[in-house]
């Protein structure tokens, strides 16, 4: 397992254009951390977004994973180049004449993939945890270790969405056609669910949510709602309104699981590709 491991961090230490993203994606991650954090304070605003409770325990769990996991593209496209460059520059054939079996080509892969999700939650909890430590009015252990669990949902996403990119260049081959593909997907399903909830508006036995909740993408948008209708001024102001937000927040065992069939599904779906295909 390990020898696989190296096998493709070797490919990835000489390639530059992985080298820049897989950097580039650390360091927004901290820019981001930094800009938030930043007081403006001019003549006619002053803001100040640490004051508005974002860096609060237990809530930043639940803020960071969220927003951090939009970064996930970053990654995305290097495990679909990654795996690209295996059919464009012959090295998977020769991976296979030097004696690697199928099977080891595709774990290499998906080794490579599981320490990408392992290193950024590694990363993610660090920066999620210190940033806590300084900005939170809430420094009780019992209070700093709720929520944490949001760091489960956020690794899961990122499996099942690189799952779904090593699916789609090994369909296609081609890192532009794939990500091209991953795009086209992400708006299909909004336009499939939107023509679900005309079809079964007046049905009262199922929705559009309940069968759309099955969808890959969405079922792994589904493992941590947004976290911005928890501020307590937006809360205040749609009580004022009159429409009170009565949403959960709670990470549900449900949605973790279809995100993980996902993944064994598309494990699966690319080794029959690979086993199946001409190299």
Known sequence: MIRLIQ????????????????????????????LTSIKVDLNFIKFYLAEQ?????????????????????????????????EFVYKTLKQNL???????????????????????STVFVFFVTFFLGLIYSDYNELAIIMTDIEYMIPYA?????????CMFLVFLVKRATIAIGMLGSWTALEPIIKAILDVRLKDTFLINANDIAQFFPLQSMSNLIVEPFTRFSVVR??????????NKSYDITLQSIVIVLVWTVIFYFWSYYLLKKRDL
């Open 7 to 34: 096998i493709e961090l070797y490919k990835l230490y000489y390639n530059r254009f992985a080298r820049f993203l897989l950097i580039s994606y650390f360091l927004l991650i901290l820019s981001a951390v930094l």
């Open 53 to 85: 409770g974002i860096f609060n325990f237990p809530y930043i769990w639940h803020f960071n994973t969220y927003v951090i996991a939009l970064l996930k593209i970053f990654l995305a496209i290097v495990v679909i180049f990654m795996i690209s460059n």
């Open 97 to 119: 004449i030097d004696g690697l079996t199928k099977r080891e080509v595709l774990n290499s892969k998906f080794l490579t993939i599981i320490l990408f999700v392992l290193v």
């Open 156 to 164: 899961v996403k990122l499996l099942g969405f690189f799952s779904i």
């Open 236 to 245: 205040n102001l749609a009580h004022q309104s009159g429409s009170p937000i």
